[in-house]
């Protein structure tokens, strides 16, 4: 019998964003999605049941976010006629809540530890869907690699490259520790409600789509970084126009954007993408990888880079 499950998954970066949801409830995102994960900014969560009268939960999470992880446990026992607690200690290698998709790897985590843990032989399209469940970038972690987002009434990813068909690496500028003050799901509320820029958003969306799927499959590092700035900053341009406005990005969040047009002038090829946050993830070339981060870590404001490749298969071990 399995005692327990350790996981190891991995955070993403979307090149091609959702925002919005067309079910808050189901976390079904209002638009398709293309990421890549992220081999080395993990979440580690070790699953089992326990005796105690309810769920025992050791994490960096605050209360709000402890909160949504016992409701997904309890969609898990009402889904599957489970009659017992659960014993979670999760934690991540990076810094949790600040816009580097930390929701995203813990649970895919936790999805990929209850399937273990409970025998459920979930397909992979399974068990995005109950990874999604959790958060709706969680969908995309339960695989490595290049990864999309089908939207529908209960969407799921799939993986359309490995990380070996194309090894990219990423520097992640880190410009904030702090957690963000406004969540993805009350920005998204805010932008689907207010912002003028939102229905284009969504009327856009598809051609963005088309057009990275078209990048990668053709290895066009050109054509991905063109297509993936700009639907970066399309997204921010919805966020900062809702009322109330919400600004994510902070001094050095700008400063890494522009040091990133420095460096394409220079001839080496790079490009850049912010989630809900301030953290910048730049995206190169893998022989570049060392000269762009000298010249990101360089950047006034930057605390510290993370330098990690595309991969982020995740890992399984059962005691």
Known sequence: ???????????????????????????????????????????????????????????????????????FLDRVRETWNIDRNFSIETSNNFPTGSGLASSASGFAALALGINQLLGLELSGMELSRLARRGSGSAARSVYGGFVEVIP????????????????LSVIVAITSEA???????????ISADTSPFYKQWLATHQHDMTTAKAAIEARDFAALAAVSEHNCLKMHATIMTGQPSVLYWLPATVA??????????????????????????VICQAGDADRVNQSISAVDGVIRTLVTRVGGEPLISVA
């Open 1 to 71: 019998m399995t005692n327990s499950v350790t996981v190891s998954a991995a955070s993403n970066i979307a090149l091609v964003k959702y925002w919005g949801k067309r079910d808050t409830a189901a976390n079904d995102p209002a638009t398709a999605s293309l990421s890549i994960g992220l081999e080395d900014l993990r979440t580690t969560t070790t699953i089992g049941f326990s005796d105690a009268g309810d769920d025992q939960v050791i994490s960096p999470m605050n209360e709000a976010s402890t909160a949504r992880l016992i409701r």
């Open 152 to 167: 529908s009434d209960d969407a799921w990813a799939n993986r359309i490259l490995p990380a070996d068909e194309w090894p």
């Open 179 to 189: 957690s963000k003050q406004t969540g993805s799901t009350e920005a998204m509320q």
């Open 256 to 281: 890494v954007m522009h040091q990133v047009l420095a460096l394409r002038e220079a001839g080496i090829p790079a490009f850049f993408t912010i989630d809900a946050g301030s953290q910048v993830k």
